[in-house]
């Protein structure tokens, strides 16, 4: 076994933390107070090939695996979970479309989207489900070349920005799940008004709005029916993208917690070298980022191969990374909002932010239950 | 017409910890030296105006085989290096030797590019050592570099002034970290830095032996910090205690 990252993977990671660092890290309160993420950022962290680590370098990914995407969104989620929030989201649909879209779709919508000029999505959720994909009432009704697409999609990221996006309509015909190439500047295609949520309003979430939008035959992704696969292996890219930057969260609380310990004095001392309860809350924060740290990286790891040989293990890795790291990431930050007392209460502590990000992790990208129900499946085949 | 930099890999002093006063060296990543990414920086902001290649240079242990991906990442073209575990802790006199030795393999270089100073110990030697070896002019304290034809138009930032200088290449220039912003490299740029040309040699492999070792480091200690704990009751307290250290009313 060996732990060591290559020069490579360090070098990526070090490219993200300072792409964090100079660029992301001065705009967190503005992209935060305007809800808003500038476009020109997304840009920047294009030309530095930051949104489509794992893509082909044939459609202008840089082909560094999900190995490499994980470590250098970890760097971006220190600083900022709404960028991070909307690169995973990005992300997640690009990995989508270039699993199951043919050449001629992953030409038309992969190298902008890995250019930036394009900020791609998928779309699942409805009003009336969340996970359950016998739910869904949003149709896709064929005429001659074309499909009339009606219905709504809710908690939708990136949908206000110009570019693709995969979504899921049930087939009118055979009422089975099929997934559309959607240009989100289709006629009948709208948005809602970003949905305020308790943080990350930076990275957007919308409902969206199908009536009567046409779109060619030619931009469904693979063949009628075979929209739930392309759901599980898109929501495990977004797993494993939401588990890194949970990561980042979890080392930014941390971070914070051992600044204050090592700063905050009880008559001249440290209060974290003074009290033993702070030390054991030190130790706490440690055990749990370094448990969460080795099973993400090993999740991302095979994902390289499993993402497209082996799903079933793909899924399971995702949903178990997600389900842990999610967590670590609360309960880190919640003891490092514990070592800053009513402090971190104060918006003028960064603890008080990462607070708010942390207790919405759990709950994106399907719960807790959710995800040990995928685990649970994965593991109960083997015994069959 | 060629630009070679030379850099120094170091340990990364941002990972760095100080314990009792001493550096903790153990799993420290090497990397290299911030003024050197500006020396670097430098010159692949003139081969992008000028044309030729970006020639590195560096002598260190064995990892800078590694190390040396940082530059190619950053914008170098190709690498010269003396990579051996016996090259680890070279003072300036053995470095400025080596390098003497590495750039003369370079056909067509007309401007060494320098850092003031390595991140580690900062001795400032090793360009002008470097220089007298090869017996070219040298410039330093340079924040500005202009190629005009055969020569170069060189703006030194001085203590009360700047200074500008011309001189016929090629020469050693040894740049400050005014200079510029280093670039962030590019993942793919990451991805195809191990992939760039370099030729790796050993000390045994060297046309002269380098230099004996002349100086012995016998101790390096962080400064003591002291805490003067003056508790302070009110802010006239507080303007005064400053004044009298100096850091508040001065002209």
């Known amino acids: 076994m060996n732990f060591d990252l290559t020069k490579e993977q360090s070098m990526i990671q070090q490219t993200a933390r300072e792409f964090a660092e100079k660029s992301v890290a001065p705009l967190v309160e503005q992209i935060e107070a305007s809800h808003q993420i500038p476009l020109e950022l997304f840009k920047e962290a294009a030309d530095l090939g930051l949104l489509a680590i794992p ?24 600083f900022s979970a709404s960028l991070s929030m909307a690169i995973m989201a990005h992300v997640l649909g690009l990995s989508m479309i270039n699993t199951f879209a043919n050449d001629e779709q992953k ?31 949003s149709t896709a009704r064929r005429e001659g ?17 110009p570019g693709y996006m995969g979504v899921v309509f049930k087939e009118a015909e055979s009422g089975k799940l099929t997934t559309f190439l959607i240009d989100k500047k289709a006629e009948g295609y709208s948005t809602s008004e970003p949905l305020e ?18 779109v060619p035959a030619a931009n469904m992704i693979g063949q009628v029916g075979e929209g739930f696969y392309h759901l599980q292996a898109g929501i495990g890219y977004g797993k494993l993208g939401i588990s890194a930057f949970c990561l980042g969260l979890a080392q930014a609380g941390f971070d914070a917690g051992m600044e204050y310990a090592t700063q905050k004095m009880h008559r001249g001392t440290p209060i974290g070298v003074k009290f033993q309860a702070i030390q054991l809350m030190i130790a706490e924060m440690y055990e749990k980022l370094e448990a969460a740290r080795l099973v993400l990286y090993k999740a991302a790891t095979n994902a390289n191969k499993n993402s497209r040989n082996n799903p079933a293990v793909f899924a399971r890795d995702c949903a178990a990374a997600k389900d842990i790291v999610s967590h670590t990431a609360r309960e880190i930050v919640g003891i490092c909002m514990d070592i800053h007392s009513s402090y971190g209460l104060m918006k003028d502590y960064k603890v008080e932010r990462l607070y708010r990000e942390a ?14 129900i995928i685990v649970a499946n994965s593991i109960l085949a083997d015994y069959k | 017409m060629d630009i070679v930099v030379a850099m ?33 920086e430098a010159a692949v902001l003139l081969k ?27 914008g170098g073209d190709r690498s010269i290096m003396l990579a051996d575990d016996k090259a680890g802790d070279l003072d300036s006199a053995e470095s400025a030797e080596i390098l003497a030795q590495l750039i003369k393999q370079v056909d067509d270089c007309g401007l060494i590019i320098f850092g003031e100073g390595s991140g580690d110990n900062y001795s400032g030697q090793v360009g002008s050592r470097v220089a007298e070896k090869l017996d070219l002019p040298q410039v330093g304290s340079v924040t500005q570099i202009i190629i005009d034809g055969e020569k170069l138009r060189l703006t030194r930032s001085l203590e009360d002034s700047v200074e500008i200088v011309e001189v016929m290449m090629p020469a050693v220039v040894i740049v400050t970290a005014d200079l510029n912003e280093p670039r962030i490299p590019s993942v793919s740029q990451v991805l195809k830095a191990g992939r760039k040309p370099k030729e790796i040699i050993s000390l045994d492999e060297l046309e002269q032996p380098a230099a004996e070792k002349t100086l012995t480091t016998l101790s390096n200690l962080a400064p003591e910090v002291n805490r003067k704990r003056i508790t302070i009751k009110s802010v006239e307290e507080l303007v005064e205690i400053l004044k009298t250290e100096g850091f508040v009313g001065g002209n």
Do not use: W
């Open chain 1, 55 to 78: 893509l082909p370098e044939e459609y202008g990914g840089s082909d560094a695996g999900y190995d490499g995407y994980v470590l250098a969104l970890e760097q971006i989620g220190r």
């Open chain 1, 107 to 137: 030409q038309m919508s992969l190298p902008p989207g890995c250019r930036g000029e394009h900020i791609t999505s998928f779309a699942f959720t409805e009003p009336g489900t969340g996970s359950d994909p016998k739910q869904l009432t």
């Open chain 1, 145 to 161: 070349d074309y499909y009339i697409l009606n219905g709504t999609k809710r908690f939708i990221t990136n949908a206000a920005y």
């Open chain 1, 197 to 214: 949520k308790i943080a990350m309003n930076g990275g957007q979430l919308l409902d969206l709005y199908f009536n009567d939008c046409k």
């Open chain 1, 359 to 372: 207790v919405m992790m759990p709950q994106i990208e399907s719960p807790s239950h959710i995800q040990k």
């Open chain 2, 8 to 40: 120094k890999q170091v340990p990364d002093l941002q990972q760095l910890r100080i314990r009792n006063r001493e550096p903790v060296m153990a799993d420290v990543p090497l990397t290299f030296g911030k003024i050197d990414k500006n020396a670097l």
């Open chain 2, 48 to 74: 992008e105006e000028h044309g030729g290649e970006v020639v590195v240079v560096a002598a260190g242990s064995e990892e800078l085989e590694d190390t040396i991906k940082e530059a190619m990442a950053a």
